[in-house]
């Protein structure tokens, strides 16, 4: 995008979908990646990548184990961000808002999407509990394998998404001599308009 730059979109949700809809026709290898960052109860950030299963006017969808460190702090504390990182193309997004569990029926539709192997792997693995060794979730695995042999895998009941829904997203665009641009949506409730404002790099 050159410097002198017109908006290219009105609409954060429009914007987004063009870029995501680049990186994923792109060579990059995982263009769904995406940093998630959340605060505990106590305070404590803690950030990792988790991959992006849905966006829409609503929010930004991934899924996990309810139990697992992420589960945890986004139970304590919904606000969160997460950040997209296409180097590929010289773009990032930044995302903020608060995380909201997704409904039933969207849990299980996906869920019945993956992989038999990845929905026993959920049933498995106790994520981010201590494990005293790798026979011991592979025998995890064998017995939950066993357990729904011949039929299909349910949803475990501590497994689902999350919805992050939006209240501040900025798009980023690599600039020579890192006069880099930068637009910025905000709005104060997921009911409002967002408002756009350009940013110094």
């Known amino acids: 995008m050159p ?96 995380a909201e569990p997704v409904d039933e029926a969207a849990a299980d539709a996906y869920f019945s999407s993956r992989p038999r192997q990845s929905q026993l792997g959920a049933w498995a693995s106790q994520q981010s509990q201590s494990l005293g060794s790798r026979a011991e979730l592979e025998a995890a695995l064998q017995e939950v394998s066993a357990r729904y042999e011949g039929q299909p895998v349910p949803r475990p009941p501590h497994w689902s998404g999350m919805c992050v829904v939006p209240t501040r997203i900025e798009f980023w665009q690599a600039g020579e001599a890192r006069l880099h641009d930068r637009w910025e949506f905000v709005r104060e409730s997921p009911e409002a308009s967002f408002k756009c404002r350009r940013l110094f790099p």
């Open 3 to 98: 410097q002198d730059a017109v908006l290219p979109f009105d609409d954060p949700f429009e914007w987004f979908d063009a870029w995501y809809t680049q990186a994923r026709e792109s060579s990059m290898i995982e263009p769904t990646a995406l940093s998630l960052a959340t605060v505990d109860a106590d305070g404590q950030p803690s950030v990792r990548i988790v991959l992006l299963k849905g966006a829409d006017r609503k929010g930004f969808v991934f899924y996990t184990n309810l139990q697992s460190r992420k589960g945890r702090a986004l139970h304590a504390e919904q606000r969160c961000a997460l950040t997209f990182f296409w180097p590929e193309l010289g773009r990032q997004v930044r995302v903020e808002g608060r």
